[in-house]
T-cell receptor, first 112, second 113 residues
Framework: DGGITQSPKYLFRKEGQNVTLSCEQN?????MYWYRQDPGQGLRLIYYSQIVNDFQKGDIAEGYSVSREKKESFPLTVTSAQKNPTAFYLC???????????FGDGTRLSIL | AQSVTQLDSQVPVFEEAPVELRCNYSSSVSVYLFWYVQYPNQGLQLLLKYLSGSTLVKGINGFEAEFNKSQTSFHLRKPSVHISDTAEYFC???????????FGSGTQLTVLP
């Protein structure tokens, strides 16, 4: 089945450590997105990419980095500069402009 | 920039009663509107979308929404809810040719037996 796969489902980070969240899609979508979800705050856009080898900062990019070397993959690295990384992270993709975004099942990141 | 306001953070309702979840967006020349549902520890699932045409949009699970341009609203309704409708609901909007979505802060719908 076509869809978006995020891994791992749960992730723990130690102080000063970088961690990478995986997002893979087989929907042949050009655009991919990373969101952070905190209770009561809805979804906030971290980074997005509209095409391979190009990406743009969203509203809360500080402390995060991404790459888009393949159409199918858009990994997110949470760096040690992100002081409050505990959250639920959602990856999404979309095809043509104004079409709905499709979401993965998320990764929950916690601090040890 | 687009903004989306969900007026109620929590809506409790008894089973088989009707429900309306409210959403307002900032005015734009062209706007595209979506409702998503999120069950605990899962991603978002599309309920319905408004791109153009009929202002009454029907979605999955018996939900519908009405686009009201004069009131800049896109309220979600269901005539009779079930326990299984308990979830968080998000309204989202995009403008023009933009692919980015702006989300509301969400409404937690709790259906009581």
């Amino acid at each position: 089945d076509g869809g978006i796969t995020q891994s791992p489902k749960y992730l723990f980070r130690k102080e000063g450590q970088n961690v990478t969240l995986s997002c893979e899609q087989n929907l042949n979508h050009d655009a991919m997105y990373w969101y952070r979800q905190d209770p009561g705050q809805g979804l906030r856009l971290i980074y997005y990419s509209q095409i391979v080898n190009d990406f743009q900062k969203g509203d809360i990019a500080e402390g995060y980095s991404v790459s888009r070397e393949k159409k199918e993959s858009f990994p997110l690295t949470v760096t040690s500069a992100q002081k409050n990384p505990t959250a639920f992270y959602l990856c999404a993709s979309s095809g043509a402009p104004n079409q709905p975004q499709h979401f993965g099942d998320g990764t929950r990141l916690s601090i040890l | 920039a687009q903004s989306v306001t969900q007026l109620d953070s929590q809506v409790p309702v008894f089973e088989e009663a009707p429900v309306e979840l409210r959403c307002n967006y900032s005015s734009s020349v062209s706007v595209y509107l979506f409702w998503y549902v999120q069950y605990p520890n899962q991603g978002l699932q599309l309920l319905l979308k408004y791109l153009s045409g009929s202002t009454l949009v029907k979605g999955i699970n018996g939900f519908e929404a009405e686009f009201n341009k004069s009131q800049t609203s896109f309220h979600l309704r269901k005539p009779s809810v079930h326990i299984s409708d308990t979830a968080e609901y998000f309204c989202a909007a995009s403008s023009g040719s933009a692919r980015q979505l702006t989300f509301g802060s969400g409404t937690q719908l709790t259906v009581l037996p």
